[in-house]
């Protein structure tokens, strides 16, 4: 079943045969120009150039998969219409027809397999939509596509963390902090994380000087420091809290939102909060680092923290672990926050000044980091797109979600060239 969608490809990218094209009312036609296409209301092509018998006509062309559908949609009566030089169509079912816009049909001018190739990725079962014909696209057209994808997946971000940068009155270093503060949550309690950075402003934590305070804001804010406890760690925090609470007026959020379950303790909220105030006291100018388009090395070693000395024994307050080890973030940890936090943080703020050179500096962040490994990037591995650092996986993942699940294929550079190429291509 023909697709209005599919028709526009068609006609955009000349996926007809061109020869002997002639009106329904049998007058030769030749496309010199098919027009740029409208994504907005009116017509779908605007500056269009065709040629009828001996006449040139430039203006707009509307696209229907039946002649019908003209009076379908009311265009006989929508001004917006009235400079409409062709009416393209799939199939001529109505004769007569308001007006004297010429109609093409176009149905016996489409080879057979331009629309099985399309059938073929828009019907299948598999993952991936292109699984089976990935192989004949050429290294140019990944490679290209998968730099528009990353593009569009830090731009994906920008509406989201320019409204937090208005929230944050402007202020860079606060928005770095709720969103490194979200990142800390690591999906799973990343709502709560962001509540408490919210709750808790920036320059209240860096008027502390000792971790120990900074640990007690977190906590407290965090509500974790609200009952009754048998060591001493958690009351002497408990007590700081209290009165660091009432000297700055804070109210903790909900302790209930924290999620504990079907988690491995080492990602434990309370963990994380513990590795997130050391690395508040250990970088208190992070973001200085990343305006300043420091190396991923010198980053990582910023984001080398380690919890205090009680979480050597315990991942819950008063609960004593049996083995005892230092809880200290790991690589992939440290790698997962520039690539979904800091590299898009600077790529934000390089596009906020029209900073080439910070946008050049966020690709290399993820350009020095190895792919990241998880479904996504397995599934594209085992069809024999590897990917080969952090930028291309991340490309890919923003492929797979926002092309592949949806069917995009027509919106795709990768569909485009399956669609377009031939059988041994």
């Given amino acids: 079943m023909m697709q209005e969608d599919l028709l526009q490809f068609i006609w955009q990218y000349n996926l007809y045969r061109p020869g002997n094209l002639k009106t329904t009312d049998g007058k030769t036609l030749q496309v010199v120009q098919p027009g740029s296409l409208n994504r907005d209301s009116g017509p779908d092509f605007s500056m269009a ?25 009311h265009h006989d009566h929508d001004p917006a219409y009235r400079k409409v030089i062709l009416h393209v169509v799939y199939q001529h079912d109505l004769h007569l027809l308001p007006g004297d816009v010429p109609i093409l049909e176009l149905k016996e001018h489409i080879p057979f397999e331009v629309l099985y190739r399309y059938t073929n990725l828009i019907q299948t079962t598999a993952v991936l939509p292109c699984a089976s014909r990935l192989q004949v696209v050429p290294h140019i057209v990944r490679s290209s596509w998968l730099s528009r994808m990353l593009v569009e997946r830090w731009e994906g971000r920008l509406n989201q963390w320019e409204q937090e940068l208005q929230a944050a009155s402007g202020d860079w270093q606060s928005l770095l902090y709720w969103r490194m503060a979200a990142s800390f949550g690591f999906k799973v309690n990343t709502n709560p ?29 965090a509500g974790f420091l609200g009952g009754s406890f048998m060591d001493e760690y958690p009351i002497a925090l408990q007590k700081e809290y209290q009165y660091l609470r009432k000297k700055y007026g804070l109210e903790p959020i909900d302790l209930s939102l924290w999620k504990f379950l079907r988690m491995r303790p080492a990602n434990f909220p309370t963990i994380r909060l513990a590795q997130f105030a050391c690395l508040l006291r250990k970088s208190p100018t ?16 910023y984001l080398s923290v380690e919890a205090s000395a009680y979480w050597n024994h315990h991942y819950r307050f008063d609960e004593l672990q049996k083995r005892s080890f230092v809880k ?3 690589p992939e940890t440290s790698n997962a926050i520039i690539i979904n936090t800091i590299a898009p943080i600077r790529f934000l703020y390089a596009h906020s000044h029209h900073d080439n050179p910070g946008y050049e500096a966020a690709l290399a962040l993820l350009e020095a980091l190895p792919s990241e490994v998880n479904r996504i990037t397995r599934m594209w591995d085992e069809n024999g797109w590897q990917a080969g650092n952090a930028s291309q996986s991340q490309a890919l993942i923003e492929l797979y979600n926002n092309y592949c699940c949806r069917k995009r294929c027509l919106d795709c550079a990768v569909g485009l060239h399956i669609i377009k190429s031939g059988p041994d291509k």
């Fill in 286 to 301: 992070l973001f200085s680092s990343i305006s300043n388009h420091e190396p991923v090395q010198r980053i990582n070693r």
């Fill in 193 to 221: 994380f962001l509540l408490l950075a919210r709750s808790l402003p920036i320059r209240i934590i860096l008027q502390q000087n000792q971790l120990f305070q900074t640990e007690a804001l977190l906590f407290g804010q």
């Fill in 328 to 330: 200290k973030m790991g």
């Fill in 49 to 73: 150039r065709i040629r009828i018998d001996h006449m040139t006509l430039i203006g707009n062309i509307e696209l229907h998969v039946r002649s019908s559908d003209w009076l379908r949609h």
